[in-house]
């Protein structure tokens, strides 16, 4: 087996290689820039803290923040569970941020489009959108839809009770009912 050196100056990488080693990866500087700029633009635009995203997804705290760093990037499996997390497409991570930011306003044109009939939007879609996004729907004649009171009882796995009744006083006048 040789060993050798490839440099190249475009991405200003150095690689280690050995023929007939088929289980070396590398990963380019830039692409490890685009994968850690995207994964603070998620982390910023879905309001996650770096600790619960490892907590739910069982990753490292120290290797996500070499991730967000860029110090190192993670394995495309990682960045599977990544997407899936965010609901993006994993090879998206390699591209720039604006392509990044293009794909999840698709996922969401694709979205509206499905629901574009009766322009009814479910509220936990909000917890996904930026603020000019939630505008510009609205803009567009979408509504966003609350849970009727038997999905909050179901969500609950409760029975539906009634409250106690609670004396307030004498009318007096000022009330607004």
């Not at 998206?92 to 698709?106: G, H, S, T």
């Not at 509206?112 to 009814?120: C, D, I, M, P, V």
């Given at each position: 087996m040789?060993?050798?050196?490839?440099?190249?100056?475009?991405?200003?990488?150095?690689?280690?290689?050995?023929?007939?080693?088929?289980?070396?990866?590398?990963?380019?500087?830039?692409?490890?820039?685009n994968?850690?700029?995207?994964?603070?633009?998620?982390?910023?635009?879905?309001?996650?803290?770096?600790?619960?995203?490892?907590?739910?997804?069982?990753?490292k705290?120290?290797?996500?923040?070499d991730?967000?760093?860029?110090n190192?990037?993670?394995?495309?499996?990682?960045?599977?569970?990544?997407?899936?997390?965010?609901?993006?497409?994993?090879?998206?991570?390699?591209?720039?941020?604006?392509?990044?930011?293009?794909?999840?306003?698709?996922r969401?044109?694709?979205?509206?489009?499905?629901?574009?009939?009766g322009?009814?939007?479910?509220?936990?879609?909000?917890?996904?959108?930026?603020?000019?996004q939630?505008?510009?729907?609205?803009?567009?004649?979408?509504?966003?839809?609350?849970?009727?009171?038997?999905?909050?009882v179901?969500?609950?796995?409760?029975?539906?009770?009634?409250?106690?009744?609670?004396?307030?006083?004498?009318?007096?006048?000022?009330?607004?009912?």
């Amino acid at each position: 087996m040789s060993q050798g050196f490839y440099i190249d100056n475009e991405y200003e990488i150095t690689v280690l290689y050995i023929r007939g080693d088929t289980n070396m990866k590398t990963v380019d500087k830039q692409k490890k820039a685009n994968i850690s700029m995207n994964i603070k633009y998620l982390l910023e635009v879905e309001d996650k803290p770096r600790k619960k995203v490892c907590s739910d997804l069982g990753i490292k705290y120290t290797t996500f923040c070499d991730w967000v760093k860029g110090n190192t990037a993670p394995g495309y499996h990682i960045l599977e569970k990544l997407g899936e997390y965010f609901n993006v497409e994993p090879w998206v991570f390699y591209e720039d941020v604006e392509v990044m930011k293009k794909e999840r306003a698709k996922r969401l044109g694709k979205y509206a489009f499905g629901l574009s009939e009766g322009k009814l939007l479910d509220m936990e879609v909000i917890e996904k959108l930026n603020d000019e996004q939630i505008k510009e729907l609205i803009a567009n004649g979408f509504r966003f839809r609350h849970r009727s009171l038997e999905e909050y009882v179901e969500l609950s796995g409760k029975p539906l009770q009634a409250s106690t009744e609670i004396e307030w006083g004498k009318y007096v006048g000022r009330e607004v009912w």
